[in-house]
């Protein structure tokens, strides 16, 4: 058994989470179903949603991986581009996935980088936090809509702790 750290409340449980990307993948599989689909998976938090995903999608995807870097430790920063996806974008519709979409200043750079080469540049999220949004960006597909707390679980951490929880849970009170 994990010990989650105290101050953590249970926010989104593993069944609402499942039936959540399950209605990401419909839409997924009406809007792509005959595109050239490439997933971009940003890197680490956004790995579990991108194969929840790539399981429940019925057309073919190529798969390429972003890593890029904003957060030290709870603060925002620069962005730090620690490993470049690889595979050729042309004519394709790539799909930028990810954990979580909070104040989108990565997701706009990562839309700007990918736009110069793909045919479509969509994003995917497991969950949206809008309350503090920096930049005008909204994502294409939306698994969970989530409160501006620090979240941990399904990909999600805490000083690279707690990604592998089923479950979502919230910092009490911030």
């Known amino acids: 058994m994990i010990d989650l750290p105290k101050d953590f409340e249970l ?13 990401v993948a419909i839409r997924l599989n009406a809007d792509l179903d ?13 790995l579990p949603f991108t194969w929840d995903l790539m399981r429940r999608v ?13 957060y030290d430790g709870t603060k925002g920063g620069e962005i730090r581009t620690e490993r470049d ?3 050729d974008l042309e004519g394709k519709h790539a799909v930028i996935v990810d954990d ?6 990565t997701m706009r750079k990562l839309y700007e980088r ?15 936090k809008k309350a503090l949004r920096e930049v005008e960006i909204e ?12 979240l ?14 089923p479950d979502i849970y919230a910092l009490k009170g911030a």
């Open 11 to 23: 926010l989104y449980g593993s069944e609402t989470i499942e039936r959540a990307i399950d209605r």
């Open 34 to 46: 005959d595109k050239d689909v490439v997933f971009v998976c940003v890197m680490h938090g956004g």
């Open 58 to 70: 019925n057309f073919d995807v190529a798969l390429d991986f972003v890593r890029v870097q904003r």
């Open 85 to 87: 996806f690889h595979l």
């Open 100 to 105: 979580v979409l909070d104040r989108g200043v």
């Open 114 to 128: 990918l736009s110069g080469s793909a045919e479509s540049v969509l994003s995917a999220v497991l969950c949206d």
């Open 139 to 150: 994502a294409d597909y939306v698994a969970l809509d989530a409160p501006d707390q620090y």
């Open 152 to 165: 941990i679980g399904r990909g999600m951490d805490m000083n690279g702790r707690y990604r592998q929880l």
